[in-house]
């Protein structure tokens, strides 16, 4: 079972995404919360295992709790939900610590496959904000990565997982696994979510 804890002060849109995932085998919406005060007590109490995070919030914005919560809780999975996708908003969340970005217009079965993957160690991003994350960032020369390290820290900036990176690549599993454990070591970073935003924060994609 994956518990989710929504924060969104939409009460519809709240109240939509709480019945799309308690409604669903597998997940179970444990709390919601209406700003983001109230939200980093109670998620910080309560431990959920994914966030879904408006960033447009009364008082403390969605950003400014990411920061927050990851500072307390930096394994946690969070994933930005909003209709905000500019270049600002989207580099300030993944540099924040959230672990995926999501469009409010993403159906349903996507977003529950996003919550899946993130809780299974993915990075998912709304095609739109990864086109736009890709497009933005130019490589750089100085990269300590390897042109194969590389192209496999842009599959998961894209949101893929290790099988879906093996098959797209034609190597196997153990290989992508292998390659992902140098790259966390040569980024001196410990996460994939880390590893995301430092590709993103150095331009290494």
């Known amino acids: 079972m994956i518990h989710v804890s929504i924060v969104e002060d939409d009460l519809d849109i709240q109240r939509t995404l709480a019945l799309i995932i308690d409604g669903t ?3 179970a919406c444990t709390h919601t919360y209406n700003d983001g005060e109230s939200a980093i007590v109670g998620i910080l109490k ?3 295992d994914v966030v ?3 960033v ?3 008082g403390k914005s969605g950003i400014e709790c990411v920061k927050q919560l990851k500072e307390e809780r930096p394994e946690m999975d969070i994933i930005m939900l909003t209709v905000k996708s500019d270049d ?6 993944l540099c924040a610590g959230a672990t995926g970005y999501l469009l409010k217009h993403t159906p349903p079965v996507n977003l529950l496959v ?3 993957e993130v809780h299974e160690g993915g990075a998912p991003m709304s095609m739109e904000i990864a086109r736009k994350v890709l497009k933005s960032f130019q490589p750089t020369p100085h990269s300590p990565l390897s042109e194969r390290e590389t192209d496999i820290l842009r599959k998961l900036c894209e949101g893929e997982n290790y099988k879906s ?3 797209a690549l034609f190597i196997s599993g153990h290989t992508v696994r292998t390659h992902i454990k140098n790259i966390y070591s040569k980024l001196h970073v410990n996460s994939r979510g880390e590893a995301v935003k430092k590709a993103i924060k150095n ?3």
């Open 88 to 93: 600002k908003t989207v580099f300030d969340s």
């Open 52 to 54: 879904l995070m408006d």
């Open 46 to 48: 309560h431990r959920p």
């Open 25 to 27: 085998p597998g997940f």
């Open 203 to 205: 331009k290494l994609i």
């Open 165 to 167: 990176i093996a098959e």
């Open 56 to 58: 447009n919030l009364p």
């Open 114 to 116: 996003a919550i899946k």
